[in-house]
């Protein structure tokens, strides 16, 4: 891992915004920051998964970090890749772990990724494993094990914007994770085959301000068919802000009123044997939220969802009978 520094100071945790744009990195330094003032920062990946998947691996290839001067870049040398799908509900790949910064506020972060279009994306892998074994850029993997490369508009570049404070405190270790909301995130437009476009939704959390949601979903729910389409159920629990009445995810859609986090449902068996469907949603900060199971992404149980209190390092369970 190759690191370039710079120093700077620092500014407050606001809400954090995703953007795909351009920006460069500073070379130079500053001997004007008070000795010894180095903070640390351990960064996860973690992942609000998606249907038909077998595996989404993202490549990246450097981390880059701004305060009031300069930015810092990290390069990750190898380049890390990384099947989003491992990594779900409350568990996340620690990308970074315990890594020196100046100390101070931080204005935004970025992560570099290879995603590019017409990439080779996926090539040499084998789709009918679960790991990532391409280091060919980003790609996804059908459960058909149909290949596809992921291409990230604009972020051949400029990465991924996460615009938002943060504070890296001297001589202690801030702990945050990035949490992908895929099932916002993948379009595949006509013309653009085999490539699918990658248009991350991105939430940055500070773990010391955060819980878990988790809970049983009936067999009844998790096994129903699907009365439109008589096809199976594809359980899933989506979490709203608290008042929202709970509604679908529209493609190509960005709106306030959207799930802020989704989960799949799992059947797992349970220490008497039987077989369960449980659901887990991590990185959630503290607050109200409203819960609701979802077999197609349209239609919810209950309708207006259920309340779900949400304790900073606590564990919530909302269970769907």
Same mark, same amino acid.
């Given at each position: 891992?190759?690191?370039s520094k710079n120093r700077y100071y620092i500014c407050a945790l606001t809400s954090i915004v995703v953007m795909l744009t351009g /920006? ?15 903070? =640390? ?7 609000? $998964?998606?249907?038909? *998947? ?9 981390? +880059? ?9 990290i390069t990750l040398d190898p380049a890390e890749t990384i099947n989003l799908l491992d990594f779900q509900g409350a568990n996340a ?21 290879? %995603? ?14 679960? !790991? ?12 058909? +094990? ?13 990465g991924l914007k996460l615009v938002g404070g943060f504070t890296v405190p001297v001589n202690s270790n801030a702990n945050f994770t ?10 595949? $437009? $006509?013309?653009?085959?085999? !490539?699918?476009?990658? =248009? ?7 773990? #010391? ?22 096809? %199976? /159920? *594809? ?5 709203? &802000?608290?008042?929202?009445?709970? &509604?679908?995810?529209? +493609? ?19 220490? *008497? ?22 077999? &197609?992404?349209?239609?919810? +149980? $209950? ?12 564990? #919530? #369970?909302?269970?769907?009978?």
């Amino acid at each position: 891992m190759r690191i370039s520094k710079n120093r700077y100071y620092i500014c407050a945790l606001t809400s954090i915004v995703v953007m795909l744009t351009g /920006c460069g990195s500073g070379n130079g330094s500053s001997d004007a920051d008070p000795i010894n003032a180095i903070g =640390r920062i351990s960064l996860g990946i973690s992942d609000a $998964p998606i249907h038909d *998947a077998r595996k989404v691996c993202i490549q990246f290839t450097e981390i +880059e970090f701004k305060g009031e001067g300069p930015s810092t870049v990290i390069t990750l040398d190898p380049a890390e890749t990384i099947n989003l799908l491992d990594f779900q509900g409350a568990n996340a790949y620690p990308i970074l772990t315990s890594q020196e910064l100046p100390a101070g506020e931080y204005q935004w972060m970025r992560l570099g990724v290879n %995603a590019v279009r017409g990439g080779n994306g996926g090539l040499g892998d084998d789709p009918a494993s679960d !790991d990532c074994n391409s280091d060919d850029g980003s790609y996804l993997v059908m459960n058909g +094990e149909t290949v596809h490369n992921l291409y990230v508009p604009s972020g051949a570049n400029s990465g991924l914007k996460l615009v938002g404070g943060f504070t890296v405190p001297v001589n202690s270790n801030a702990n945050f994770t990035t949490e992908f909301d895929l099932g916002k995130s993948l379009t595949a $437009p $006509p013309g653009l085959d085999p !490539d699918v476009i990658l =248009r991350p939704t991105i939430h940055l959390v500070n773990n #010391t301000e955060v819980g878990t949601l988790t809970g049983l979903v009936s067999n009844d729910l998790a096994t129903a068919i699907d009365a439109a389409t008589e096809l %199976a /159920c *594809a359980p899933s629990v989506y979490v709203f &802000n608290d008042g929202v009445v709970p &509604n679908a995810i529209v +493609e190509g859609e960005d709106d306030a009123d959207d799930p802020i986090a989704t989960a799949l449902v799992n059947d797992v068996t349970n220490d *008497a044997g039987l077989t369960e469907y449980r659901y887990t949603v991590g990185f959630l900060l503290e607050g109200e939220y409203e819960a609701a199971f979802t077999c &197609n992404g349209t239609d919810f +149980e $209950p309708v207006d969802g259920k309340q779900a209190s949400i304790a900073e390092n606590g564990v #919530t #369970t909302v269970d769907f009978p």
